[in-house]
């Protein structure tokens, strides 16, 4: 087509109601000359519709798209640093002193006489606990109690609840003596809290106290040597 076509088409195309995309794609015209071209052509409120209705689905089409190219992202690099991850340089001992020192029940002026007591909803965080207090803590399994804390609003009942967390901790069932079952309003918009929240379980060593206070130690030498190489 020469210049004078090419105008006469992208004019007719556009007072049909066609977008700039839609006219550019049929006449190769660059947007930036048919936006000289065009500019002044009215649309009618029903091609305004069409056009506004187009664009929605199309931002919603590219933003769906780029949500999932940044999952499949996600999941490239968390899978490249999972295979960074030398499992023999592990130590368990450490990662377990961390845990408490991030989710632990501390020592404090008021409360002396604070056992080890560790709370967290994460199973993969629990059996990592656990591991800790088996192996690195040689704590026997009868000198742990567990309590598990949830909101009623989720409705799981009491045998779903300890299955659950039986299987987490590799502990038998006669081990989850107490559910506690929140009565207050959840005011909590997290997602991760949906048919595949289980609360929050409470672990406790019995007869702790002194254990804790050394873990207490543990925690404060970790820090003092980690911030003299600052």
């Given amino acids: 087509m020469t210049h004078s076509q090419l105008h006469k088409e992208a004019v007719y195309l556009r007072t049909q109601g066609h977008s700039y995309s839609e006219i550019k794609s049929k006449t190769q015209v660059s947007k930036s000359t048919l936006s000289e071209w065009l500019r002044y052509i009215p649309l009618q409120n029903s091609q305004k519709k069409r056009l506004y209705d187009k664009g929605v689905v199309a931002r919603a089409l590219g933003s769906k798209a780029l949500k999932e190219y940044r999952i499949q992202k996600t999941k490239g690099i968390i899978k490249n640093a999972i295979n960074e991850v030398n499992h023999h ?6 990662i377990g002193v961390i845990l408490y020192w991030a989710e632990g029940h501390k020592q404090k002026t008021h409360n002396p006489s604070q056992r080890l007591m560790f709370s967290n909803s994460d199973p993969n965080m629990i059996g990592i606990y656990m591991k800790w207090l088996s192996e690195s803590l040689k704590i ?7 309590d598990i804390y949830i909101h009623e609003t989720y409705k799981k009942s009491k045998n779903e609840l300890i299955k659950y967390w039986s299987d987490i901790t590799k502990m038998p069932s006669e081990s989850f003596d107490h559910i506690y079952l929140k009565k207050n309003k959840v005011h909590s ?4 809290r949906g ?3 289980y609360g929050v379980l409470r672990i406790c060593v019995r007869r702790s106290t002194d254990l804790n206070r050394k873990v207490t130690g543990w925690i404060q030498g970790i820090s003092k040597a980690l911030n003299a190489q600052i």
Avoid: G, M, Q
């Fill in 89 to 94: 340089k592990i130590d368990l001992w450490l």
């Fill in 140 to 146: 026997a399994s009868n000198d742990l109690t567990f």
């Fill in 189 to 192: 918009y997290r997602k991760n």
């Fill in 195 to 197: 048919k595949k929240y």
